[in-house]
């Protein structure tokens, strides 16, 4: 949802501003259910699997947390969110099955509860690294 890195300064005043948004959540659940991809079927670029279960209340927090993002002054996509874990990307040039995707149409996985909302700093490359950099309960 954000675009780019937390700038240092910025860091704690986010954690004071996305702890109430989280805090306003109510318990909730998702399962992986269908899948996609972003790009055309002959160039696609990402396929991804849908969310099923408490989606509503998950797109509640997520205008919560771009909103409190936005507080403190990050720039947050524009664009409406759209439930989904992205499970792997085609890169351009390499051959692609852009129907891959629709062979997810009918997956429904099991629910599982959603403990917390955590922030991750990614360090892209050769071997992408995820370090966690805070979190909070969710319910």
Same mark, same amino acid.
């Given at each position: 949802?954000?675009?780019?890195?937390?700038?240092?300064?910025?860091?704690?005043?986010?954690?004071?501003?996305?702890?109430?948004?989280?805090?306003?959540?109510?318990?909730?659940?998702?399962?992986?259910?269908?899948?996609?991809?972003?790009?055309?079927?002959?160039?696609?670029?990402?396929?991804?699997? =849908?969310?099923?279960?408490? #989606? /509503? $209340?998950?797109?509640?927090?997520?205008? %919560? &947390?771009?909103?409190?993002? +936005?507080?403190?002054?990050?720039?947050?996509?524009?664009?409406?969110?759209?439930?989904?874990?992205?499970?792997?990307?085609?890169?351009?040039?390499?051959?692609?099955?852009?129907?891959?995707?629709?062979?997810?149409?009918?997956?429904? =996985?099991?629910?599982?509860? #959603? /403990? $917390?909302?955590?922030?991750?700093?990614? %360090? &892209?490359?050769?071997?992408? +690294?995820?370090?966690?950099?805070?979190?909070?309960?969710?319910?």
């Amino acid at each position: 949802m954000f675009l780019g890195e937390v700038p240092a300064p910025l860091l704690a005043p986010l954690r004071t501003a996305v702890a109430p948004a989280v805090a306003a959540t109510p318990p909730i659940s998702l399962q992986l259910a269908g899948g996609g991809r972003f790009g055309s079927r002959r160039r696609p670029t990402v396929c991804w699997v =849908g969310l099923g279960g408490d #989606v /509503p $209340e998950l797109t509640a927090l997520a205008g %919560r &947390l771009a909103a409190a993002a +936005r507080g403190v002054g990050l720039t947050v996509e524009d664009r409406p969110f759209r439930a989904h874990l992205t499970v792997g990307r085609w890169r351009p040039g390499q051959p692609a099955d852009g129907d891959l995707p629709g062979r997810l149409a009918g997956y429904r =996985g099991p629910a599982w509860p #959603v /403990p $917390e909302v955590v922030l991750w700093r990614s %360090r &892209l490359g050769p071997q992408p +690294r995820y370090e966690r950099v805070a979190a909070w309960p969710v319910g």
